[in-house]
């Protein structure tokens, strides 16, 4: 079992910044791949920004440029760094995490409680 827990959210006004955190804790397991997706009012939830654990990060086009998701291996956190806020990236956003067994090698997504963010014209 995994338990991850985002911090970070807020009300802020557009052109803001602010950083999201997201900890995961966990028995046994290895963590590889951690990510956040966001799910705005009416409309599906997306991928946001996801990073490996070596470090490689893949980001969706709309935030290219804006945000950044990096993460600390040995404290098992992943962070989202979001600058040039538009109210367009008003949602509720999730941290998730891709773990496995070391043992036998089963696989598991976990998903995190999520953490609004609202950003004010």
């Known amino acids: 079992q995994v338990h991850l827990v985002e911090s970070g959210g807020g009300l802020m006004q557009a052109g803001g910044s602010l950083r999201l955190s997201c900890a995961a804790s966990?028995?046994?397991?290895?963590?590889?791949?951690m990510g956040w997706y966001r799910q705005a009012p009416g409309r599906q939830r997306e991928l946001v920004a996801s990073?490996?654990?070596?470090?490689?990060?893949n980001y969706a086009d709309s935030v290219k440029g804006r945000f950044t998701i990096s993460r600390d291996n040995a404290e098992n956190t992943v962070f989202l760094q979001v600058n040039s806020l538009k109210p367009d990236d008003t949602a509720v956003y999730y941290c998730n995490a891709d773990v496995r067994h070391p043992l036998s090698g089963f696989r598991n997504t976990y998903w995190g409680q999520g953490t609004q963010v609202t950003v004010s014209s």
């Open positions: 966990g028995i046994f397991v290895i963590i590889d791949a």
């Open positions: 990073i490996t654990s070596g470090g490689s990060t």
